[in-house]
């Protein structure tokens, strides 16, 4: 599939990263690159083959994950808020939204 | 005791850092306290006054986790990784932070905000990564332990490379839980030693069912230092002779094969085997952990913890900023990379793809290990290359992992064992992969060709 520059654009969006335009132009020849390598998976005939679930070993699927239904210690707004950028009265202040 | 040998390791640390940059903090105060803490105490845990460093992208109440990266700078984790409470019960004293490639996203320790490591053999030349701090500071003798996280290779590669030893246990064998996510169903927490004895000492401390981590499973953790008896009697050591042909140095090659006639000579039995997929591993892992990556990322985006951009008067823009100014070039590159792959329209020719021939892989390794006990590989195509050579071609370094990606693409364990020089007096690393919990197996295996072949050389930059 080919990639064109306002593809890396749309994508820099979505990841909400503001690169500026020698990123843009670095990173999108790059990328085309890698994609092109990447694409020898079409090689692979893969009809009927279920993906994989993340690595996870037949022991680990039959762990039992559920606890007691008890409450727990939390960190507390404290110690939440202690490394945030701008906390204030006790939230975590942003500048506006709209 | 406990004091003199943490003493020994700090002062080593402060002395060598100009140098190799291995550490990003060295907590001398800290870890002198505890220490004496310990030493007061009476810890007779089988870790006690053991002095180890971390990689700094696992969680240390009270010391910094940058990862590598200035959008986490000078952040202060509120609580213990789980491997960090089970080590510190042991009676280990943390005694610094190593440096690492930026969110473990690196082959070369290249990619850290706070510059390369240097590979103590040779300071021109990268440690490997992504845990090179943790391998350069076991290397170099400044701690006999050190942990790192592999994710498709930073243990096993930058211990191959620094001529140590470095095992990535099963998925699911350590906690994850306070190790910063980078592609979750790929990380996994891994110990460097010097030997073979000492790994087999702290995954047994560290090991075992977390309930914060619900992919810890629950399979009991043998007593792994019993299972080093050096005897390979009837062991069966695969040998997938497809992978020991193009791009692999000539010295590293014969290397690994001189390992597998010592194998043969202690009595195992060399079958051969094929992963007929793994050739299509690294596209597989570039599809998969970008992917992860992509999402696990988004939560930097200064508003809870680390670096905000100034002078963006609005949300979006803040946001934006933050993560342009905070974030690295590969780390934005493999954003972008797995944002893509993720995006509507292209989910099912990438992700999905990538996910299905994950399972072939993985089918690849279930049927291998039906005909032996361990597959050995090289750990590296090649021994530890020049700092800046491969910089400007993320898919040339990439291809660093190729030996390595597999095992967390399939789940399996791997450890990495030095098996000698090359002729420029550069480590090289042989690797053996096997079945899902054999961990004490590996051991064993790596245990007995270590008493057969001991590693003795020590790099001309070293603590003694």
Redesign the interface.
Known sequence: ?P?SQS??E???Q???????KE?LKT?GA??V???A??????E?D?AN????????????E????S?PDEAVGS?GQK??L?????PAEGH?R????L | MSRQTVQFSITAAERLNETLNAFLQIDREGALRRAEEIEKSGNAGPLAGIPIAIKDNICVKGMQASCGSKILGD??P??NATVIERLTKAGAVVIGKTNCDEFAMGSSNENSAFGPVRNPWDTTRVSGGSSGGSATAVAAGIVPIALGSDTGGSVRQPASLCGVVGLKP???RNSRYGLVAFA???DQVGVFAREVEDVARVLGVIAG?D?QD??????PVPDYTASLTGDMRGARIGFPRALFGKGLDDEVKRSVESVVDVYRDLGAEIVDVELP?AG?A???Y??IATAEA?SNL?RF????????AED??????????T??EG?G?EV??R???G???L?AG?YD??Y?????????I?NDFLKAFERCDAIITPTSPTPAFAIGEKTDD??AM?LNDIYTVTA????VPGISVPCGLSSERLPIGFQLLGP??SEDQLLKFAHAYEQKQPFTERPPISAS
Not at chain 2, 301 to 308: A, I, K, Q
């Open positions: 599939m990639i593809d890396i749309k994508v820099a979505l990841a909400h990263l503001e690169l500026g990123e990173f790059q990328i690159e890698i994609v390598y990447i694409e020898q998976l079409n692979v893969t083959i279920e993906p994989a679930i993340g690595g996870l070993t037949p022991e680990g039959r762990t039992d994950t606890r960190l110690t939440a202690a490394e945030a950028p701008d975590f942003v500048p506006k939204v | 952040y202060h509120p609580y099963t998925y699911g979750s169903s790929l069912r309930p619900a992919t810890t499973a629950d399979v997929n299509y690294i596209a597989v570039y599809i992509s988004a985006d200064g508003v809870r913890y680390g670096f905000r963006a008067p609005e949300l979006r823009q803040m946001y934006r900023k993560r342009e974030f070039p934005k590159r954003i972008m990379l944002t893509y792959v995006s292209y020719a990438y999905r793809k990538a996910q299905q021939v994950r399972t072939l993985k993320p898919l990439y967390n693409l399939a789940g899902y919990w």
